[in-house]
């Protein structure tokens, strides 16, 4: 009983200088984005830049993180001679829960999460809508997309490639597990029906925010409830695709923490990946955070494991 015991403590205090050597090496490569500015006290995440990356749309909620009742809405900064400017509302949000926009690399469309109403007969839940702007630049008035994009499940987290392809997570039946992410390839201007990324990339727990490169040979998703999670509630992996293969997810251990890391996002020609982090397990909120992507995308892909 008593090398049980021994046993045990040893365990937990490896476990606990995993975490500690985790935690250090995160917050030596990586920084808060514009503290006190963007990344508050309240909950940011769900970050979008623009191609020249002085336009950045993100998603603020002003209550607690993991409530389960949080609304957010979608907010907008502008870069201008080196600062950001104070955080606003878009014209099209305030009203209803809105959150996870991207922005197309065009820069007239974005993509965003909302549970607005689009027509009583389509049932309320968080689907994925549209907006563009107008030929004065302003933004217009956005419109949902059509099945089988949305479902009457809850859609997460939409994205493109540079070909126009659509990559978003569902929790839509058929899937492998709790949630799953799908590609709609754009074929002559229309989306064609999504199609499951697969086993490779999907499991029987949960996948849900992520982000693809331009070329769309690259994934990084937030799962929960995997083996390698620090988190009980969502860490970053990452996969490269090879021959129409994707690779074995790897865990993102410089990334990850007890926390939630999720809604992650290349920018400025993939050089920096920013994400969003509550830090901790029980902490109130979430920040934005980047690091430079260079080293790690190096170091994943020549460590990528694809099975045939």
Same mark, same amino acid.
């Given at each position: ?20 050597? #985790? ?8 920084? $808060? ?9 309240? $909950? ?38 080196? =600062? ?5 509302? $878009? ?43 107008? #030929? ?11 099945? @089988? ?44 029906? @999504? ?8 499991? #029987?727990?949960?996948?849900? =925010?992520?982000? $693809? ?15 390698? =999670?620090?988190? #009980? ?15 074995? @997810? ?31 397990? =029980? ?26």
């Amino acid at each position: 009983m008593k090398l049980a015991k021994a046993l045990f403590g040893i365990c937990v205090l490896l476990v606990s200088l995993v975490l500690l050597v #985790s935690q250090s090496i995160r917050h030596n490569h990586i920084e $808060v984005f514009e503290a006190g500015n963007i990344s508050t006290e309240a $909950v940011e995440y769900g970050t979008s830049f623009s191609e020249s990356g002085t336009e950045l749309y993100f998603a603020r909620s002003h209550d607690a993180w993991g409530s389960g009742a949080m609304k957010s809405f979608i907010y907008f900064s502008k870069q201008e001679e080196g =600062n950001w400017s104070a955080p606003q509302i $878009v014209s099209f949000s305030g009203q209803y829960d809105d959150s996870d926009p991207h922005l197309a690399k065009d820069g007239n469309s974005l993509f965003f999460i909302s549970q607005r109403p689009s027509s009583p007969t389509v049932p309320l839940s968080a689907d994925i809508w549209v907006v563009d702007k107008d #030929s004065l630049g302003m933004w217009g008035t956005p419109y949902r997309m059509h099945e @089988p994009i949305n479902s009457v499940y809850r859609e997460y987290s939409p994205c493109t490639d540079k070909f126009g392809n659509l990559y978003f997570a569902s929790d839509r039946t058929g899937g492998f597990g709790q949630g799953d992410l799908y590609q709609a390839q754009l074929d002559n201007g229309s989306y064609n029906n @999504p199609i499951n990324l697969g086993r490779a990339i999907n499991s #029987s727990t949960g996948e849900w =925010n992520l982000e $693809v490169n331009e070329a769309g040979t690259l994934i990084i998703f937030e799962a929960s409830q995997r083996e390698q =999670n620090i988190s #009980s509630y969502g860490d970053l992996y990452i996969s490269f695709l090879s021959d129409g293969i994707w690779s074995i @997810p790897q865990h993102l251990v410089e990334l990850n923490t007890s926390g939630s890391e999720l809604n992650p996002h290349l920018a400025q020609q993939e050089k920096f990946l920013f994400f969003s982090s509550s830090d901790s397990l =029980n902490s109130p909120v979430t920040n934005l955070y980047y690091t430079d992507f260079s080293s790690i995308n190096q170091k994943y892909k020549q460590t990528a494991i694809f099975v045939k």
